[in-house]
């Protein structure tokens, strides 16, 4: 689980990479379910917030979840497992991203770089919505 | 050849085993006549006659009279009789069946008799005392639980989840006759019935969903064997290693065990954060479970069955042997250190972090040379160790001030120039 150590670790590497403190809040720490919830824009300028959990973070890959169902191109919710899509299953209605394998994961990995990745992953996802294309035109499969 | 056969022409069968513990208890004990368990191998005819039914299987059960009265256990009507006489140095045992005397009885030797064989060489006194913890009761730590009590560690605490499976058993140690038990049973039984009086605690639990428990068992081991097939549960041990400051043996085999790597944890030594942030170390292992890996994502989610049957890929037991071999030879000269025994000599020799062993040339071996005429070439079937820088900035076995560890941390500046700055008026906006 994240302890405080972590935590300032994380700030500071989103402090490195220029994220601004306003866009993030670490929710419900000293719990046994805390998390990060996190803004993230396109660059076409739609919003979404991004809830990184963090209960087994760092030496598990944290759940990552879109705060709501999104839909792909046809209108079907993207709550299954999908290799093309890059997506796990959905819990609580929220849309699960894939953002990286188990082989490449290792406790060194910063919050600020999940974000990154999922930050591509909405940019694929927009890609899709716009073309039709499978989220995998975009995103070579995640290591 | 001859040897073999006047061995065999002199043994007067059937073999009768007493156990000498149990007759100085009963003996000691001032009760009366006693009925005790006999267990006989079918078709063997080794029969061990014990004043209490043993904790692991033997066979076949019969029921056997231990007595101080001669004429008791020489009556015909009683089938199997111990007759116990004391002796100025103890108590010995004569055996009657149906009244007639049986010539072949032998002794399964008392507590500190049992592994006198190893004194010289190992510091017996000092391995009793010892705790080890086995994380992961597969192919590895099966092999290494059994020649730790060999060697005579006194305290074991097993950990695993799983249950014998049939696909286990060609690498396993367990036979097909426990399929089906829990795998702390199974190797408790085996661990007993190398050292009757090593201390077996069971704990067959997923340790990534029990971290407390975790942390409270290595904090009272003196080292911890980790065998386990997911580097999640690495990870978690390895922090709990460096919280109570214990020592750590990883290891494990890449793919169709064409070779492995064993990583030695010493308290204020790299750790294996350490080592998987250093560069050489690769993250490919051997899959051969499928079960397993999906739970621990080595095979991602959306895989088919089918795609997944050509991950899972299983080596050679004798490939996993020299593996487990090392991570027993380091984890006794750990346990030992310092105690001037006959392995002493090998703390000037296993002084690496990190080895690497090859058994075939193959995939991630394939450039290394043939055995014939390697030279100084690195080749198969032979260690190779390395010392291993520990990271000061390291996020696991960091001694330094939090913000440090940023140095060590994966900060994705990469990522940071692919996304530019698109932050401006951007607000959180957080559901309850
Ligand atoms: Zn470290």
């Known amino acids: 689980m994240i302890d405080n150590d972590r ?15 306003n866009i993030y809040r670490f929710m419900d720490m000293g719990t046994s ?10 660059n076409v300028g739609n919003t979404y917030t991004l809830r990184i959990e963090l209960d087994k973070f760092p030496n598990e890959i944290p759940k990552v979840f879109v705060t ?5 191109r046809s209108g079907a919710p993207m709550s299954g497992v999908s290799a093309s899509m890059h997506t796990l299953s959905s819990e609580n209605g929220r849309t699960r991203i894939c953002h990286y394998g188990s082989q490449a994961w290792n406790p060194r990995v910063t919050l600020f770089k999940i974000y990154a990745k999922c930050r591509l992953w909405l940019e694929a996802y927009e890609g899709h919505r716009a073309t039709g294309r499978d989220l995998d035109y975009w995103l070579k499969h995640q290591a | ?22 007759l100085d208890d009963y003996g ?66 004569t055996v009657y069946r149906h009244g007639e005397r049986q010539d072949n009885v032998n002794y399964i030797p008392a507590r500190d008799e049992l592994y006198s064989r190893n004194k010289g060489i190992l510091e017996l006194n000092i391995l009793e005392s010892k705790t080890v913890a086995i994380v992961g009761l597969g192919s590895f730590g099966s092999q290494i639980a059994i020649e730790l009590a060999k060697a005579g560690v006194g305290h074991f605490k097993l950990l695993d989840f799983d249950r014998v499976e049939l696909h286990n058993l060609a690498r396993h140690t367990c036979t097909a006759s426990e399929l089906g038990r829990l795998k702390t049973d199974a190797i408790a039984d085996a661990v007993l019935g190398k050292n009757p009086y090593a201390q077996v605690e ?55 065990a064409e070779g492995g790597d064993v990583f030695r944890y010493r308290p204020g030594g790299p750790c294996y954060t350490c080592l998987v942030g250093n560069g050489t170390f690769s993250g490919e292992e051997e899959i051969t479970n499928e079960a397993s890996a999906r ?20 080596g050679l037991s004798a490939d996993i042997q020299p593996l487990c071999n090392l ?17 002493t000599s090998l703390e000037q020799e296993l002084v690496y972090d990190y080895y690497m062993w090859a058994n075939r040339r193959e995939r991630k071996y394939a450039n290394w040379h043939a055995l014939p005429g390697a030279g100084p070439m690195p080749t198969i079937l032979r260690w190779y160790g390395a010392r291993i820088e520990r990271n000061t900035h390291c996020v696991a076995c960091r001694s330094t001030q939090s913000t440090e560890i940023v140095a060590d941390m994966d900060q994705g500046e990469e990522y940071a120039r692919q996304l530019g700055d698109n932050y401006d008026g951007l607000e959180l906006e957080v559901e309850d």
């Not at chain 2, 009279?65 to 009789?81: E, G, I, K, W």
């Not at chain 2, 069971?202 to 029990?210: E, G, L, T």
């Not at chain 2, 095979?299 to 890929?313: L, N, R």
């Open chain 2, 202 to 256: 069971k704990f067959p639990v997923d340790i990534n969903k029990n971290l407390s428990l975790l942390d409270a068992v290595v904090r009272e081991s003196d080292l911890v064997i980790v065998a386990t097939d997911n580097n999640t549960s690495r990870f978690n041990i390895n922090d709990a290693l460096v919280r109570h400051g214990r020592v750590g043996i990883y290891g494990r085999a890449i793919t169709r």
């Open chain 2, 327 to 343: 991570m027993v030879k380091l984890a006794l000269v750990e346990l030992s250190r310092g105690a001037h025994s006959g392995i």
């Open chain 2, 28 to 93: 000691r004990g001032g009760v009366g006549s006693l009925a005790g368990v006999s267990y006989e191998w079918e078709g063997e005819q080794v029969v061990h006659l014990r004043t209490r039914p043993a904790r692991h299987a033997y066979g076949q059960v019969g029921q056997v009279l231990f007595t101080r009265d001669p004429a008791q256990a020489m009556s015909a009507s009683v089938p199997l009789a111990v007759l116990v006489t004391e002796h100025d140095n103890g108590f010995s045992a």
């Open chain 2, 1 to 22: 050849m001859e040897n073999i056969n006047m061995i065999l022409e002199q043994e007067t069968l059937p073999l009768y085993f007493v156990d000498k513990q149990e």
């Open chain 1, 33 to 42: 379910k805390p998390w990060l919830a996190i803004a993230a824009r396109t």
């Open chain 1, 68 to 72: 709501r169902m999104l839909t792909t």
């Open chain 2, 295 to 314: 739970r621990n994502g080595q095979i991602p989610a959306y895989m088919s069955a089918a795609d997944a049957q050509t991950v899972v890929q299983v």
């Open chain 1, 7 to 21: 935590m300032n670790a994380e700030v500071a590497v989103f402090n490195f990479n220029r994220v601004p403190q």
